[in-house]
C-alpha cells in the first residue's frame, strides 16, 4: 500500500495533483487508516498510471473520467475525439508554418534588417497565436525544418545564445 506522497512520488506527479485526481473522483483510496491517511494499491496506481497517460496525449479530465468509467471497449469515441483534435491543431501550425517559410523567401522581407523579435511576437499575437501556440509552433518548425528553423531565428536578428535556447527547449518540448 502507499500513501498519497509515495504514491505521487511513484508516478513522478505532485502530491496535490492526487489530491485534486482523488477530489474530483478520477482515484480513491483503497482505504483510510484509523489515522485517516489515505492508502492506496496496486489497482490505484494502476488507474493512475492511466490517468497521467490520458493526461500526456491531451485528454480532459472530463473525457478521463468517462473513459474510465466506460465498459471495456467503448471509449474509442473519446480518444477518436482527441484524435480529431490533434489533426486540426498539426494542419493549423503547418498553415502557419507554410507562411512564415513564404515570408523568409520574400526577397524584400528578407532585405528588412528591422524586422525583430518583439516585432514578429507582436504580429503573431494579432493573428491570434497565444504564448502555447508560439511554442508549439517553434517545436513543429525544429522538428520538421531544422535549418529553416534557425534562419528564421537568425532573420528576426536574435543574438545567438538565445537562439540556441530557443532551439534546445523546441528539441526537449
Same mark, same amino acid.
Given at each position: 500500500?502507499?500513501?498519497?506522497?509515495?504514491?505521487?512520488?511513484?508516478?513522478?506527479?505532485?502530491?496535490?495533483?492526487?489530491?485534486?485526481? #482523488?477530489?474530483?473522483?478520477?482515484?480513491?483510496?483503497?482505504?483510510?487508516? #484509523?489515522?485517516?491517511?489515505?492508502?492506496?494499491?496496486?489497482?490505484?496506481?494502476?488507474?493512475?498510471?492511466?490517468? /497521467?497517460?490520458?493526461?500526456?496525449?491531451?485528454?480532459?479530465? *472530463? %473525457?478521463?473520467?468517462?473513459?474510465?468509467?466506460?465498459?471495456?471497449?467503448?471509449?474509442?469515441?473519446?480518444?477518436?475525439?482527441?484524435?480529431?483534435?490533434?489533426? *486540426?491543431?498539426?494542419?493549423?501550425?503547418?498553415?502557419?508554418?507554410?507562411?512564415?517559410?513564404?515570408?523568409?523567401?520574400?526577397?524584400?522581407?528578407?532585405? /528588412?534588417?528591422?524586422?525583430? *523579435? %518583439?516585432?514578429?511576437?507582436?504580429?503573431? /499575437?494579432?493573428?491570434?497565436?497565444?504564448?502555447? %501556440?508560439?511554442?508549439?509552433?517553434?517545436?513543429?518548425? #525544429? /522538428?520538421?525544418?531544422?535549418? %529553416?528553423?534557425?534562419?528564421?531565428?537568425?532573420?528576426?536578428?536574435?543574438?545567438?545564445?538565445?537562439?540556441?535556447?530557443?532551439? #534546445?527547449?523546441?528539441? *526537449?518540448?
Amino acid at each position: 500500500m502507499h500513501t498519497v506522497s509515495q504514491l505521487a512520488k511513484h508516478c513522478q506527479l505532485s502530491r496535490s495533483t492526487v489530491l485534486y485526481y #482523488e477530489s474530483i473522483g478520477l482515484l480513491q483510496p483503497a482505504v483510510r487508516t #484509523e489515522s485517516n491517511y489515505r492508502l492506496y494499491g496496486e489497482r490505484e496506481l494502476q488507474r493512475l498510471e492511466q490517468i /497521467k497517460l490520458y493526461r500526456s496525449v491531451g485528454v480532459s479530465v *472530463k %473525457d478521463i473520467r468517462a473513459v474510465l468509467n466506460a465498459p471495456r471497449g467503448e471509449f474509442s469515441g473519446v480518444l477518436k475525439r482527441r484524435l480529431s483534435q490533434l489533426e *486540426k491543431e498539426i494542419e493549423a501550425l503547418q498553415a502557419h508554418q507554410r507562411v512564415i517559410l513564404k515570408l523568409l523567401n520574400m526577397k524584400t522581407l528578407r532585405r /528588412k534588417k528591422d524586422m525583430t *523579435k %518583439d516585432k514578429w511576437v507582436a504580429v503573431m /499575437k494579432d493573428a491570434g497565436f497565444t504564448e502555447d %501556440d508560439m511554442h508549439r509552433w517553434h517545436r513543429q518548425f #525544429e /522538428k520538421s525544418a531544422p535549418t %529553416d528553423h534557425q534562419e528564421f531565428l537568425q532573420f528576426l536578428n536574435i543574438p545567438t545564445d538565445e537562439i540556441s535556447r530557443i532551439r #534546445e527547449w523546441s528539441k *526537449k518540448n
